[in-house]
């Protein structure tokens, strides 16, 4: 499953691209909303927005629209009506600035990038292609397995 999302939900979309799935970002504006609902249309994606004005124009798009505030709140509603289940393997597998999917490094080239604690650890590697960005599981994995559980469970 596919989502765009507005401006107003620019955490949500990180936490979407952590979980593995794919969320474009949409910077918002009257002229970026009518783009939005036109896109969404035409690649099938979930709109997610927190602007209740596109909801009326919504026609055949699929939108979804949120009055929560936090993106806990957001996050787990989204996985409750879609539904949307995690699935651990898709975790970090995105880029969380770029949503473009990552590529396996060499240990070395990671380890260039990486603190000097990591060289400790029998880390997988991976980079972004369109920025660079250099990512390995580290503590952050685990976070965010406790973060996703508790939200399933809360």
């Known amino acids: 499953m596919k989502f765009i999302a507005d401006a107003m939900l620019g955490r949500l979309c990180r936490w979407l691209r952590i979980m ?82 990552l590529v396996e490094i060499s240990r070395g080239e990671g380890l260039a990038a990486a603190p000097p604690s990591a060289a400790e650890f029998d880390y997988r590697f991976t980079r972004c292609p369109a920025c660079g960005k250099v990512y390995w599981p580290g503590t952050h994995l685990d976070a965010v397995r406790r973060e996703i559980a508790s939200l399933r469970t809360g």
């Not at 970026?32 to 798009?61: F, K, P």
């Not at 949307?84 to 969380?96: H, I, K, N, S, W």
Request: aromatic share 6%.
């Open 20 to 101: 593995g799935r794919d969320c474009e970002f949409v910077p918002h504006d009257a002229r970026d909303a009518r783009l939005m609902l036109l896109e969404a249309r035409a690649r099938g994606t979930v709109l997610l927005t927190r602007d209740t004005s596109l909801t009326a124009h919504a026609g055949e798009a699929r939108i979804m629209l949120f009055r929560e505030q936090h993106w806990r709140d957001q996050l787990r509603r989204l996985m409750k009506e879609l539904p949307l289940e995690p699935d651990e393997a898709g975790y970090f597998t995105r880029c969380t600035l770029c949503n473009v999917p």
